[in-house]
């Protein structure tokens, strides 16, 4: 027995509703991982994890050009200063922002093994070395002169930046990745000089909307390259919106051989994808024959990527090969964008582009005036000390035995010359060396200089005009710097149209072509024989089931199921067990209720045309093509009351229709008489007093009314024979001729 837990005499005990403690907990909990860890800030682009790591190599000195030092090191600074969380998850973070194939700028330049695009881990920190990239000092620059806020760190010993003051468009140039609670984030790469024009546009038109953006910014740039094959519409609308998708697909190539013989190279593939798991994926579908254009496959990477594969034939079509690839690998990837990013650093919000870039602008500007008031107050503070100097310059043997004779030179200097305590200071604390410095000429050039730099900033801090202009020539420099004749500014991806292929050729393409036999028993069981099999005695079923239907077909094929409740449903004949054993159940294919039944399997062909009738007696044509279902659901074409069903389906071929009821009355009549519809209940084809349809069947009118008997034996009639069951549809009919099937049957199954 556990012990009791009594609260302690005297102590301030407060009861508190459980639900309300979970959820105070719960949303302290949410607010901490949205705004500390998961989601960017959109001033800067940066989690706070990625800001600590690179203000933590800034106070290492750890510049671009500079030496290179542990990344052990960093790590370690980073988790006792401003960090602290697993060593594992900052060096995590840093290793990212080191993988030229991970992100588009890098901001940390690796020396030692930082992964590859294989998959393969980064070494330990104890092995690598790092220093900043110049993208980083971009990030970085001015952060000394006031740019920024900052708050303490964890522990209240030292001060961290809020945010970077981000010369850099690093939010969108780079993206960024994060699952928070309740909401996520994610943003891909872009090129940082297209971004950089789209926020020249922005600053010359302040009310521009995203889809003028878009001239300038056509879409993400990954790092590793891909074409998007997603439409323009599309693009702006998940640009507009801030939520969407990129089809990605990798870039390809064929490459001639000797003898007509060729291969397909791959050299570049979409963004985050694992180079090894995608190949070993290839040889999984070459090795089960999934992928019969194909042949081998060959990884010949180096440092850029080539993966050869190599057709079945010189005959298969290079870009059918590549779709069926696109369908069944990572070769295409569906990325996603959703820029849900900190506003302000606070508030968590869906943005679109011209937002996004806005709230960079936004910051760029404010960090400009915080920076130039920072070089005002300097500028002031050191007008003051010259000030004090050319005093000095003036009186130096004055100044030079008052601070030898008196005991406190400070006030006495102060009250002979009207100094300032600034200008005391710096007096008493300068050096003797540099007295020989104190030439009138040199003191009066500085101070005319940092007046006219004064004025400047005072004209530039009184313009908002001015203070863009200097914002966008800022902003020059940077596109600049990574403009598109830049080996890192040059764009990597590219845009196309996914090319428009017959579906059934691409279906085709991912299944080896094979002939076979499908069979079906009476209790719904269903298999793929071998071959085209025209002899079925020797075929196996399970006690009391028998052969309900068998046609040949293709391991390419769809199969067209008709069940009582009126619905189509189509399976793969590739997805049906082997020969071997007696199947599986029909119902494993679809989803067909317990209460309805199977009245027709068959190939689908394609262009035909079926008449479905009702066990009450009514029916329409509906072309093949209305029949295929997409889902496992099947899809309604014949509309059935309760108490009623599908009863019957023929293969429309000639002019006239024949229907047979339970009554063994039958009743002829024209074709053209039945509407074609693709759904509905249809028209009345023959009236009952008692039970109702049995059969239906369409034959021409020239060749006369066939059937089979239950042996398969044909009998015919021709049209003049069958004079007295002609008549109308909807009409009661007359017993059927003498010598027809007991079990009501035409017996002329589709094949």
Not at 624 to 635: I, S
């Amino acid at each position: 027995m556990g012990k009791r837990l009594i609260p302690p005499e005297g102590g301030d005990v407060q009861e508190i509703a459980l639900r309300e403690a979970l959820e105070e907990r719960y949303l302290a909990y949410a607010l901490s991982t949205i705004m500390h860890r998961a989601l960017p800030d959109a001033r800067d682009g940066l989690k706070p994890v990625h800001r600590r790591i690179l203000y933590g190599m800034r106070l290492l000195r750890l510049e671009p050009g500079a030496a290179f030092k542990k990344s052990a090191k960093i790590v370690g600074d980073v988790m006792g200063n401003f960090h602290p969380h697993g060593d594992q998850a900052i060096y995590d973070a840093l290793v990212r922002l080191a993988q030229d194939f991970a992100s588009r700028y890098p901001l940390i330049d690796g020396q030692g093994n930082f992964g590859n695009i294989d998959g393969d881990n980064a070494a330990a920190y104890r092995y690598t070395e790092a220093r900043m990239t110049e993208v980083a000092r971009l990030l970085l620059d001015g952060i000394d002169e006031n740019a920024v806020d900052f708050r303490p760190n964890y522990d209240g010993l030292t001060q961290e930046p809020v945010v970077l003051p981000g010369a850099f468009p690093n939010l969108l140039a780079n993206g960024s990745q994060g699952i928070a609670v309740g909401m996520a984030t994610a943003i891909p790469p872009h090129n940082a000089a297209e971004l950089c024009d789209a926020a020249l546009h922005l600053i010359e038109r302040p009310n521009a909307r995203t889809r003028s953006l878009l001239k300038y910014v056509p879409g993400p740039d990954f790092p590793t390259g891909g074409v998007v094959v997603d439409t323009p519409e599309t693009i702006a609308e998940a640009y507009d919106t801030g939520r969407g998708s990129f089809r990605v697909r990798a870039r390809w190539h064929k490459e001639e051989g000797s003898r007509g013989t060729y291969n397909i190279v791959i050299t570049e593939i979409p963004w985050l994808v694992q180079k090894s798991r995608l190949v070993e994926k290839i040889a999984e579908l070459l090795n089960e024959r999934k992928l019969p254009l194909g042949a081998d496959l060959r990884d010949e990477s180096a440092e850029d990527v080539r993966l050869v594969i190599e057709p079945r034939s010189r005959a298969v079509d290079p870009v059918i090969l590549m779709e069926s690839l696109y369908k069944l690998t990572e070769l295409e990837s569906r990325i996603p964008l959703n820029m849900n990013v900190l506003v302000k650093g606070r508030v968590p919000k869906v943005v679109g582009l011209s937002e996004a870039l806005r709230e960079w602008l936004d910051h760029r500007r404010d960090v400009l005036v915080r920076r130039s008031k920072h070089r005002l107050a300097e500028i002031d503070y050191r007008l003051e000390v010259l000030g004090g100097y050319l005093i000095a310059y003036l009186n130096l043997d004055k100044v030079i035995k008052i601070i030898r004779t008196e005991d406190e030179p400070k006030p006495v200097l102060i009250k002979t010359f009207k100094l300032t305590d600034v200008q005391a200071d710096a007096i008493l604390n300068m050096r003797l060396r540099n007295l020989r410095k104190l030439e009138e000429m040199e003191i009066r050039a500085e101070d005319k200089a940092l007046r006219g730099e004064r004025k400047t900033l005072k004209d530039l801090l009184a313009s908002e005009t001015e203070q863009w202009k200097t914002v966008a020539a800022e902003i020059r420099k940077v596109r600049d710097t990574f403009g598109p004749k830049t080996p890192l500014g040059k764009r990597r991806t590219s845009f196309a149209e996914a090319p428009q292929h017959d579906e059934a050729a691409i279906e085709e393409a991912l299944v080896e072509r094979e002939p076979v036999t499908v069979v079906v028993s009476e209790k719904g069981w269903i298999r793929a024989l071998r071959g085209h099999q025209t002899d079925l005695s020797g075929v196996a079923f399970k006690n009391d089931d028998k052969l309900k239907f068998a046609f040949p077909a293709e391991t390419t094929s769809r199969c067209l199921v008709f069940a009582t409740n009126g619905r189509f449903y189509t399976i793969d004949v590739n997805k049906l067990p082997g020969g071997r054993g007696h199947g599986e159940p029909v119902r494993l294919f679809l989803d067909l209720e317990q209460d309805s039944d199977l009245i027709a399997v068959f190939r689908q062909q394609g262009g035909r045309k079926f008449l479905v009738a009702s066990r009450g007696g009514r029916g329409f044509v509906v072309a093949e093509d209305e029949c295929v279902a997409n889902t496992r659901k099947g899809k309604q074409v014949l509309n059935v009351k309760p108490g009623d069903g599908a009863r019957a389906i023929a293969a429309v071929d000639g002019d006239m229709v024949a229907a047979i009821g339970e009554n063994r009355k039958m009743v002829i009549f024209p074709l053209d008489q039945v509407p074609e519809m693709t759904r509905g209940a249809g028209v009345r084809l023959q009236r009952y007093k008692d039970g109702g349809l049995a059969d239906v069947t369409t034959f021409k009118a020239r060749d006369g009314l066939a059937w089979f008997d239950g042996a398969g034996r044909a009998f015919s009639m021709s049209l003049k024979e069958l004079a007295d069951w002609r008549g109308n549809r909807a009409d009661a009919g007359r017993l059927a001729p003498k010598g027809f099937p007991k079990s009501n049957r035409f017996g002329k199954p589709i094949a």
